[in-house]
């Protein structure tokens, strides 16, 4: 048993969301916070007043050169978050904090950090009447640059890494995008947040490091004090606080079994993925930055098959203008070249949003205002994407992909302002890629039910299994009363899966996969029997999938489809299933094989 602070402790363990996999050990320390200076509260006397508006001024001065040297220190290699970064420094001289907070100490009589408060529980309540919970989440963003200031009222340093020797496990209730940015130190063993989903900021941010991570625990900084010694299970989502000394042995074992799997995976990256008896997959990866690159094709990607374009426009506080959104498409194109990128145009509301744009609140927003239809309605942003998109085109091998499509009429308005957009780039004598292929998500089910009709007016189908299955079996992911529902073995999800890779080769046009399932080795053999041509996952899983196509032979996969087309329940599926994988993928699922224990979260 571990001491800690000269208490006792139980060992114990904490379930959060898997964000990075990996295994590490090692103490805690907390980032972030308003540190120990937030509730000194004291009233002034009136010849008090212009000091301390000085001090606070200083304090803002002082956040603002603080938050400018990270932008310039982090501007070589990791430009996208820089947006935020910027919009940060904006609100800092925005009059909503600085403005409040230095006509407080004057009319409340109060010390810097009381009128700061006072002001940020203003902001809150103006944030909390906004429906939209995108625009509300951003209070975060406010919460963060107070923090920094409640931090320099107080003296404190900045940055608790700077301090620590030896390395650590970060943790915070939420990291800040500057937080997150710095974990490219060498002293950052993982971390932890209590906020966050796999596709929050943090999480897509520590996987593109290779820094393991778990987000999402609950009451994390309450019952995890500083120096705690604890294990980060990355794989399994789980933190393990205060372990035993036999856990901590077990933990080692599992962490050194774990690191030769993943030594012996990682050959499989650079190998090509063909079946045992020579059926070429395509794998790629699905990436949402350009600096994701470089790990994508560590990983073996044999390209992007998806590249989310959300980043731009989240990550500013204004719209992104053409040059700026060529000059990230042309790095990206030219990065990757020879291998294909496919680049997806904004797919913005639902729970994605950019903050330059007004958003009415909707009662329901995965089935409004989002992806095309945004884009088809604010025709103007979607112009200025598609040039630069066509422009740099010219880079690399370059694909053009649009999502939500739930009808034909959409296609063609969209082949309509394509045409449009290229007329008007012929006219301003800009090099663009006249030829680039054009194809559309299917993650509706309407467009799957028209598969074959669309099948005649696009060069490509990329199936989104991510948003097939919330629509197609009506479950919001988010909602934990029907979350266990949502499941890719579900029969009719496979028999859609199957029917629009039919009519996508019926009309002589590739069909890939880009949703989560690319990346779940359950359904692999399933989506191999079905014919699909691509394979777009998170780059860490590359190269397991690989190892399995390689293991595959089209036979014996095209036999378990039929098997599996007689099953009417998705327990079936997964009885059926249990019984192939161990026997056809030994070293993976036989025995407790290496994925079968990372399945498991055991980690191993
Ligand atoms: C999908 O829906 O499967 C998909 C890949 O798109 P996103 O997750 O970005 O909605
Ligand atoms: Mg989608």
Not at 81 to 102: E, N
Request: aromatic share 6%; glycine share 10%.
């Amino acid at each position: 048993m571990m001491e800690n602070g000269g208490q006792h402790k139980e060992p114990r363990t904490l379930y959060g969301i898997a964000a990075s996999p990996g295994i590490v050990i090692g103490r805690v320390v907390r980032v972030g916070g308003a540190g120990q200076g937030r509730h000194r509260h004291y009233r002034l006397h009136a010849g008090e007043v212009a000091a301390e508006q000085e001090r606070f001024r200083a304090a803002v001065d002082q956040a603002e050169q603080e938050l400018a040297a990270i932008r310039d220190q982090l501007q070589a290699h990791c430009e996208e978050p820089l947006g935020i970064v910027d919009s940060h420094i904006l609100m800092l001289r925005d009059r909503m904090l600085r403005g409040r907070v230095t006509e407080g100490i004057a009319s409340e009589r109060v010390n810097a950090e009381w009128a700061l408060e006072l002001a940020l529980d203003r902001v809150e309540a103006l944030f909390a009447g906004i429906k939209d919970s995108y625009i509300r989440e951003r209070f975060r963003d406010v919460e963060h640059v107070a923090e920094r200031l409640f931090r320099l009222l107080a003296g404190e340093v900045t940055d608790p890494l700077a301090e620590v020797g030896e390395k650590v496990i970060v943790m915070a209730r939420d990291f800040s995008p500057e937080d997150t940015i710095r974990m490219r130190t060498d002293r950052i063993l993982g971390f932890v947040t209590e906020m966050g989903g796999a596709t929050s900021h943090t999480a897509i941010v520590a996987r593109s490091l290779g820094i393991p991570s778990v987000v999402g625990l609950e009451r994390l900084t309450e019952e995890v004090a500083d120096n705690t010694m604890v294990v980060l299970d990355g794989t399994a989502g789980r933190l393990h606080v205060d372990p035993s000394r036999d856990q901590l042995e077990q933990f080692r074992e599992q962490q050194r079994q774990y690191r030769r799997y993943t030594e012996e995976v990682a050959l499989y990256a650079h190998l090509s993925p063909v079946t045992v008896d020579g059926l070429a997959v395509a794998v790629n990866a699905n990436i949402e930055m350009v600096s994701e690159l470089g790990v994508a094709l560590e990983y073996g990607a044999g390209g992007i098959g998806l590249f989310r374009s959300e980043y731009s426009y989240i990550a500013a506080a204004a719209l992104p203008d053409e040059e700026t959104l060529f000059g990230v498409y042309q790095r990206l194109l030219a990065g990757c070249a020879p291998f294909p990128v496919t680049i997806r145009t904004l797919d913005i509301g639902g729970d994605k949003f950019a903050s330059a744009v007004r958003w009415g609140g909707e009662a329901n927003p995965a089935m409004g205002l989002r992806a095309i239809r945004f884009s088809l309605r604010e025709q103007g942003i979607f112009e200025t994407q598609l040039r630069a998109i066509l422009r740099a085109g010219r880079f690399g091998t370059a694909r053009l992909l649009f999502p939500m499509i739930s009808s034909r009429d959409e296609i063609r308005r969209i082949r309509e302002i394509v045409g449009r957009v290229k007329e008007g780039l012929r006219r301003d004598g800009l090099a663009f890629n006249d030829g680039i292929p054009m194809g559309i998500m299917v993650e509706v089910p309407s467009a799957v039910a028209l598969a074959d009709i669309l099948a005649q007016e696009v060069d490509f189908f990329s199936i989104g299994t991510n948003d097939l299955i919330q629509y197609a079996l009506a479950i919001d992911r988010v909602n934990e009363y029907v979350a266990h529902m949502y499941d890719p073995l579900h029969p009719a999800v496979l028999r859609m899966i199957r029917q629009v890779v039919d009519a996508g080769h019926a009309a002589g046009i590739e069909v890939g996969l880009c949703g989560e399932m690319a990346g779940d080795v359950m359904c692999l053999p399933l989506l191999l029997g079905f014919g699909i041509d691509e394979l777009s996952m998170h780059p860490l899983a590359i190269p397991y999938v690989k190892r399995m196509i390689r293991q595959s032979t089209i036979a014996d996969v095209r036999a378990l489809v039929e098997t599996v087309a007689r099953c009417s329940s998705s327990l079936e599926i997964r009885g059926h299933l249990a019984a192939f994988l161990p026997q056809r993928y030994p070293e993976e699922f036989a025995g407790g094989g290496g994925l079968q224990r990372l399945l498991r979260g055991e980690g191993g």
